[in-house]
């Protein structure tokens, strides 16, 4: 099993055509025969090399508008007989059954044509049949046929044979490649459908992606990992185009991830925004009248936390923004462009990392989120509520004033990328303490105020940040003593969900404060 094979026919059908006369072209010069099936052959054809037509093969010609090609013996019966087998050679040779050394075949590009919109029946036409057959056949026999379904494997099957043959770790390499693609279509085709019917939990549910990058480790050196991409178009740290820097470590991918999805709650057309996120928690969110200011004001929230954070804004980064920037030690910046003056001043500083994308992701999009648990997986909708003004319920005796209310919004969407507990105080379009991921409600609150008076002294502020701020919780208050603690540090409005038991007391201990109180009914979760 362990021999290496001689190739001396391969069967070549493709969708993506990229590199496959180059590659044709170089097994003809070795001497290899090769057969092909319609737009595959033609191409081939046109390139001046000798093809023979799959019907050639099998005697049979293709029908039903393609949908029948390769599903036959002289195909099947070619890839899956065993060479070494006395029976198998027999019953090739009693029915004329050549054999097929090397399969080549990536599959019908459904995938792409979901993603491009296309109707019902023309993305069931998209289903490839034939082909996922015949590279799990291929795949099955690999100890005598190789299978290659990536274009980006042409060139090592092209050494080997130019080395004498296909070793057999090549062959075992390849197969575990190819079901790994059968797999993945599979599961894009079972998706699809389980969405075209409306089930939402489908009774199997597969998760596939492709190998993008491996990592030098995970979260700690001791843990291996690697980054795979799902070939969706949002924008984001999968579709980025990275201009400078150190390859991404695991925790960039994750925490840029984190910084750009809040970001998208910031359209650019709302005005200059940045978000400034430290182990996936936003230490620093603000608008401003420019780029540079908002990163500014951001930073000002939590100067300590700020360094070697990840930022992410809304708008092309420009020159004086990236200046900024460079006055402390920041691991990512991500952002929908970025001038050439700009990247000019980042080329100062080798090892910070750039980022761009074309746009910023559409933060209503519905998205599937998974979350790999001992024995099982979680699935849920991303988190894509929103609300308005006029979701908003009043409940307090004082209602907020138009600044308030301004703020209010302003510090939900941040909230809703905190980790649960979340409390966020902020004040003119800016966070001003941020209180994340505490089992008490009340901690979160304390944390938030604590790094705000840490702010204001050393910003040689005469009174805390907090001052007339709003504040969010991502979730109700169960008891009254968060809604006091919030006033002690000089609150002034809440936003936030309602719906505990003790709402009554809750709300009673806002008026007693003289804040103003609004309900949103919906939470905001984050684990």
């Known amino acids: 099993m362990n021999q290496t094979i ?58 039903m508008d393609g949908r029948v090609k390769t599903l036959h013996p002289g195909v ?79 060139a090592p099957v092209l050494k080997a044979l130019g080395e004498g043959g296909l070793p057999y770790d090549l062959r075992q390499s390849l197969a575990a490649t190819a079901y ?11 998706s699809w459908m389980a969405g075209q019917i409306g089930d939402a939990s489908p009774r199997r549910k597969t998760v596939a992606g492709k190998l993008a990058q491996t990592l030098r480790y995970g979260e700690n ?43 998208a709650e910031f359209p650019s057309e709302d005005g200059p925004a940045c978000v400034i996120v430290k182990h996936a928690n936003p230490c620093g969110v603000a608008t401003g009248a420019t780029l540079a200011e908002a990163y500014d004001r951001a930073f000002d929230c939590d100067r300590t936390s700020a360094f070697g954070g990840i930022i992410a804004l809304n708008q092309p980064l420009d020159e004086a923004t990236a200046r900024s920037i460079l006055e402390i030690f920041t691991e990512v910046v991500i952002a929908p462009g970025a001038s050439d003056a700009a990247r000019t001043v ?76 979340a409390i966020v105080f902020a004040k003119d379009g800016a966070t001003v303490g941020v209180g994340a991921g505490q089992m008490s409600r009340v901690d979160s609150t304390r944390i938030a105020a ?28 169960p008891f009254a003593d968060g809604v006091e603690a919030l006033a002690a540090a000089g609150a002034k409005a809440v936003i936030q969900p309602g719906g505990s038991m003790r709402d009554d007391t809750v709300i009673a201990a806002a008026d007693e404060a003289g804040l103003a109180m609004v309900f949103t009914g919906q939470r905001h979760f984050r684990h």
């Not at 319609?38 to 093809?51: E, F, Q, S, W, Y």
């Not at 840490?454 to 805390?464: N, S």
């Open 346 to 421: 980042f080329a100062e500083k080798k090892n910070l990392r750039l980022l761009t994308t074309d746009s910023l992701p559409d933060a209503r999009t519905p998205i599937i989120a998974h979350k790999q648990v001992a024995g099982g997986m979680l699935v849920q909708d991303k988190d894509v509520g929103m609300i308005s003004r006029d979701d908003l319920n009043i409940v307090t005796k004082r209602a907020p004033s138009e600044g308030e209310l301004n703020d209010m919004m302003f510090a939900w969407r941040v909230a809703k990328h905190v980790k649960s507990n």
């Open 450 to 477: 604590r790094k705000a008076a840490d702010m204001a002294e050393a910003l040689g502020l005469p009174a805390p940040l907090t001052e007339g701020a709003v504040v969010a919780s991502d979730a109700f208050f």
């Open 221 to 263: 050196p001791h843990q291996r990992a690697a980054f795979y991409v799902d070939g969706t178009d949002r924008p984001g740290v999968a579709t980025a185009t990275q201009h400078q820097g150190k390859e991404l470590s695991y925790n960039n991918i994750n925490d840029t991830d984190a910084a750009f999805e809040l970001m």
């Open 6 to 63: 001689t190739v001396r026919r391969a069967l070549i059908s493709v969708s993506d055509k990229t590199g496959v006369v180059e590659f044709a072209t170089e097994l003809a010069g070795m001497g290899i025969d090769l057969v092909s099936t319609g737009g595959t052959a033609k191409v081939l054809r046109n390139a001046g090399l000798a093809v023979t037509d799959v019907a050639d093969l099998t005697g049979f010609p293709e029908m």
């Open 180 to 190: 790994a693609r059968t797999s993945a279509y599979d599961a894009a085709v079972s």
């Open 76 to 154: 099947h019966g070619g890839l899956l007989a065993l060479r070494d087998d006395a029976d198998h050679l027999a019953s090739m040779e009693a029915h004329g059954i050549a054999p097929i050394d090397l399969l080549v075949v990536n599959l019908y590009p459904f995938e792409a044509t979901v993603a491009r919109g296309a109707d019902y029946d023309t993305a069931v036409e998209n289903i490839d049949i034939g082909g996922p057959a015949m590279i799990r056949a291929a795949a099955k026999n690999h100890a005598h046929v190789a299978v290659v379904v990536d274009p980006e494997d042409y």
